[in-house]
């Protein structure tokens, strides 16, 4: 059972740093509206950057949480539950400006995995 967590914890953390850092700039068919990357997806869902920088910067540093869960098992369930809980308002954040269902998906998969590790 605890190397199921450390898969998801990492799956989660991976995923986390993918859309924040690595594919930040790039289109994506998951991506709200018809945005092209990061800024404009927040800017359609009709929020200003400091709120997309102040996303992010928790998004990642909950993930960085979960990598040091690794080690210190505390962390855990608070950054998954946090996480869990961003990923309802990307639901929302989803479903605010009317996109497809398809859209919502990875947040949908990712609060899933969250509330699995919880329940680990």
Known sequence: ???IKLIVQIIIALGIFNVWIVNYGKKSKYR???ATNMSEEFETYGFQSWF???IGFSKLTLAVALIAGIWYNDLV???????GTLMVGAIFAHAKINDPFIKSIPALIMLILCSVLIIL
Do not use: P, S, T
Not at 77 to 83: C, G, N, W
């Open 32 to 34: 709200g509206g018809n």
């Open 77 to 83: 369930d608070v950054a998954a539950f946090l996480i």
């Open 1 to 3: 059972m605890e190397n």
């Open 52 to 54: 997309m920088k102040f």
